[in-house]
T-cell receptor, first 112, second 115 residues
Framework: GENVEQHPSTLSVQEGDSAVIKCTYS??????FPWYKQELGKRPQLIID?????GEKKDQRIAVTLNKTAKHFSLHIIETQPEDSAVYFC???????????FGSGTRLQVQP | NAGVTQTPKFRVLKTGQSMTLLCAQD?????MYWYRQDPGMGLRLIHY???????AKGEVPDGYNVSRLKKQNFLLGLESAAPSQTSVYFC??????????????FGPGTRLTVT
């Protein structure tokens, strides 16, 4: 089955700096890669996603890049703000099956 | 439009007791999922369903059973709870079709403690 590895497990940045979180996946059939943000005690919330036919996608201060050949994808957050502090999860799935395989999470702390 | 709801929000069980977690969605989604999240870890798939009357095993199905008798409901059962099943359980749903939006919508979670 699919295996998703995520790094780093914790990340601390100064407000205004950029943050990058990286994930690798094992199943070349995976073609959908979402990123979720989870605040303490809350449900995961989708922040951005990308399909395998796209190399990069941006939405305001966040962007995701995908390298299918290397089987890795990354989340980039620019101009970080304290409210970006949360746990971020990457995931991968094959569209027909839909079920997600999650990475282990990255705890991002943005220092004011 | 409530989205995905879960009942109950919290529960404490003794080892060996049984219980059922209920997930309901009002978005007419075909796909539904049960995940568990242990402290400091990502979500792991327990079981999922691609339509009414169908279920399939996920990554960690042992000790759980599921049923999808109605399209809007997906039930997760623990027949004989064990301390290793202490976790937060999330239900999710998504729509169908290659070109459709792939986002999974998550419920608020059920925090289960087995003593």
């Amino acid at each position: 089955g699919e295996n998703v590895e995520q790094h780093p497990s914790t990340l601390s940045v100064q407000e205004g700096d950029s943050a990058v979180i990286k994930c690798t996946y094992s199943d070349s059939a995976s073609n959908y890669f979402p990123w979720y943000k989870q605040e303490l005690g809350k449900r995961p919330q989708l922040i951005i996603d990308i399909r395998s036919n796209v190399g990069e996608k941006k939405d305001q201060r966040i962007a995701v890049t995908l390298n299918k050949t290397a089987k890795h994808f990354s989340l980039h957050i620019i101009e970080t703000q304290p409210e970006d502090s949360a746990v971020y999860f990457c995931a991968a799935s094959f569209t027909v099956r839909r079920a997600l395989t999650f990475g282990s999470g990255t705890r991002l702390q943005v220092q004011p | 439009n409530a989205g995905v709801t879960q009942t109950p929000k919290f529960r404490v069980l003794k080892t060996g007791q049984s219980m059922t977690l209920l997930c309901a969605q009002d978005m007419n989604h075909e796909y539904m999922y049960w995940y568990r999240q242990d402290p400091g870890m990502g979500l792991r798939l327990i079981h999922y369903s691609v339509g009414e009357g169908t279920t399939a095993k996920g990554e960690v199905p042992d000790g759980y059973n599921v049923s999808r008798l109605k399209k809007q409901n997906f039930l997760l059962g623990l027949e004989s709870a064990a301390p290793s099943q202490t976790s937060v359980y999330f239900c999710a749903s998504s729509t169908y079709g290659e070109s459709a939006r792939l986002e999974q919508y998550f419920g608020p979670g059920t925090r289960l403690t087995v003593t």
